[in-house]
C-alpha cells in the first residue's frame, strides 16, 4: 500500500476533490475522477477521519492521507522491433527514436514501446533499476518527438547517467520548426515575465512549469508561490522563413528537463511550434505569410521537433561521448518546402 500526504495551501479550490487532484504529483497520474473513487473507497483521510464525500470543504493547513493500492504487475514483454542504434557498449545504448514510438509502457500503450524493443535487442542485459515497466530508462523525449536517447544496460551506468540528468550536466540540443521569429528587439518578447536575451539573440525562458489548472494532461507556465519545478530553456533562431518572419528554423537546449518544456515554453512566448496539436497556440502565421508552403505547414502532423544533439560522460569509462542526429525525413521535407518561401535569412 502506498500513501501520499498532502497538507492544504491558500491557492486552491476548496472541494477535496479538486484540491487533491491539484496537489497530487504528476507521476502519481490521480485524475480528479480516481480520486473521487478513492474518496467513495474510504482511502481518502483527514484530521476528522476518513472522508465521506467528495464535495468535502477543505481549508488551508488541513492535511489529508491518499492510500493507494498496489498497481498491477505490470508484464513488458520483448517485442522485435526495429531499433536505429547509434552506439552500443557493455553498460549503455543510444538509440534515435522515431517520432510516433511511446518510450515506455503505460495505459493506452502497453506494447510497441521503446522498452519493449530494448527487452528484445538487449535481452538480459538492461539494468532493472527503472523497474517492469522502465528498464534502463534515465530519461524521455515525446511520444511524437523524434532523436537521440540513452538507456542503461547496467545498474552502474543507470545511477551514473541518472545523476548527470538530475544535475543538468548532460548536453541536449533540440531543432524545432516554430511559428514566428526571435528579434531581440520584439517589445511584445521582452515584456514578458520570464523573457530575457543573452549574447548571440539567444532567447531565454526561464519560469516554473505546473500542471495546468483545467488540464492535468498539459503543463503550463507559473511564476509565484512554490508550486511547479523550475525550468530554463534557451533558443537560438538558425532560419527565418516567409512574410514578415512567418516561421524559423530554431535550436533549443534544456539547462533543466521538464514535461514538454521545450514546447510549453515555446508557445509561452508566442512561437509555438508548427504541427504541436497541445501548445502550438493562436500565434500563427498566415497562409499568404507562408507562400507555397502554408499547405505543408497546415497538414504537418506533430510537433516539428527533434533530439538532434547528445552529450554526457560514460559513467563507466569516464569519457565524453557526444551524437548528433540528422532532421528525420518529415521534418526535412517541411524545412526544403520553408526555404522555398521568401525570405530566408540563415543566421
Do not use: W
Not at 8 to 36: C, H, M
Not at 151 to 160: C, L
Amino acid at each position: 500500500m502506498t500513501e501520499l500526504f498532502l497538507t492544504i495551501p491558500d491557492n486552491v479550490d476548496d472541494r477535496i476533490d479538486k484540491a487533491l487532484a491539484d496537489l497530487v504529483p504528476a507521476e502519481a497520474a490521480l485524475s480528479r475522477s480516481r480520486i473521487a473513487r478513492l474518496i467513495a473507497e474510504g482511502a481518502v483521510s483527514g484530521p476528522d477521519g476518513v472522508v465521506r464525500g467528495a464535495k468535502l470543504k477543505v481549508q488551508p493547513g488541513q492535511s489529508f492521507r491518499i492510500h493507494l493500492p498496489e498497481p498491477e504487475p505490470v508484464e513488458t514483454r520483448p517485442q522485435d522491433i526495429p531499433l536505429h542504434v547509434v552506439y552500443e557498449d557493455a553498460d549503455l545504448i543510444v538509440i534515435d527514436k522515431p517520432a510516433g514510438m511511446v518510450v515506455h509502457p503505460a495505459p493506452g500503450s502497453p506494447d510497441g514501446t521503446l522498452v519493449n524493443a530494448l527487452l528484445h535487442h538487449c535481452a538480459s542485459s538492461l539494468s532493472g533499476i527503472g523497474g517492469a515497466a522502465r528498464p534502463g530508462i534515465v530519461h524521455r523525449i515525446d511520444k511524437d518527438t523524434s532523436g537521440l536517447l540513452v538507456a542503461a544496460k547496467s545498474d552502474r551506468a543507470h545511477h551514473g547517467l541518472a545523476a548527470q540528468f538530475e544535475a543538468h550536466s548532460a548536453e541536449r540540443a533540440y531543432l524545432a520548426l516554430a511559428h514566428g521569429v526571435i528579434d531581440a528587439a520584439d517589445s511584445r518578447l521582452r515584456g514578458l515575465r520570464g523573457i530575457s536575451f543573452e549574447p548571440g539573440a539567444v532567447l531565454k525562458i526561464t519560469s516554473r512549469l505546473d500542471r495546468h489548472p483545467g488540464d492535468r494532461q498539459k503543463q503550463a507556465v507559473s511564476f509565484d508561490g512554490g508550486r511547479g519545478r523550475h525550468a530554463v530553456t534557451r533558443a537560438r533562431m538558425l532560419e527565418q522563413f516567409g512574410r514578415p518572419g512567418a516561421a524559423m528554423l530554431v535550436e533549443c537546449r534544456l539547462e533543466t528537463g521538464r514535461t514538454h518544456q521545450i514546447r510549453v515554453h515555446m508557445a509561452y512566448a508566442g512561437l509555438g511550434l508548427i504541427g504541436d496539436p497541445v501548445y502550438g497556440g493562436a500565434r500563427k502565421a498566415s497562409a499568404r505569410a507562408l507562400g507555397p508552403a502554408a499547405d505543408m505547414v497546415q497538414a504537418f502532423a506533430r510537433q516539428a521537433l527533434h533530439a538532434a544533439r547528445l552529450g554526457f560522460v560514460h559513467p563507466v569509462t569516464g569519457a565524453y561521448l557526444e551524437f548528433t542526429s540528422q532532421l528525420p525525413a518529415d521534418m526535412q521535407a517541411l524545412l526544403t518546402g520553408l526555404r522555398g518561401t521568401a525570405p530566408s535569412q540563415p543566421r
